[in-house]
């Protein structure tokens, strides 16, 4: 069973940094482009970040280029997501997905307010 568990957010002031992780299990990390996603408060899917099979290559949404990176270690079968000079229009529920599927953890909470 593809079980992808989100970890690291919480409360951070305006201008602060978060560092995301995404555990993989039950399935083939390694073979799948991987992406982030995020949900706003009564808002809709926003994709958020991809990446390659061997993260050579990422790709961001507008609204984050420059302050998030993106990467994997696909021996411990992991994505990560480094957020800094987070904004308040940043909190949300953060999905990590396999790239094209719907999200399948719980999601982890990202708050960004003074």
């Known amino acids: 069973e593809v079980q992808l568990a989100e970890s690291g957010g919480g409360l951070v002031q305006p201008g602060g940094s978060l560092r995301l992780t995404c555990q993989a299990s039950?399935?083939?990390?390694?073979?799948?482009?991987m992406t982030w996603i995020r949900q706003a408060p009564g808002k809709g899917f926003e994709w958020v970040s991809n990446i390659n099979l061997d993260g050579t290559n990422s790709e961001y949404a507008e609204s984050v280029k420059g302050r998030f990176t993106i990467s994997r270690d696909n021996a411990k079968d992991t994505l990560t997501l480094q957020m800094n000079s987070l904004k308040p229009s940043d909190t949300a529920v953060y999905y990590c997905?396999?790239?094209?599927?719907?999200?399948r953890g719980q999601g982890t909470q990202v708050t960004v307010s003074s």
């Open positions: 997905v396999i790239k094209g599927n719907p999200p």
């Open positions: 039950g399935f083939n990390f390694r073979q799948f482009h």
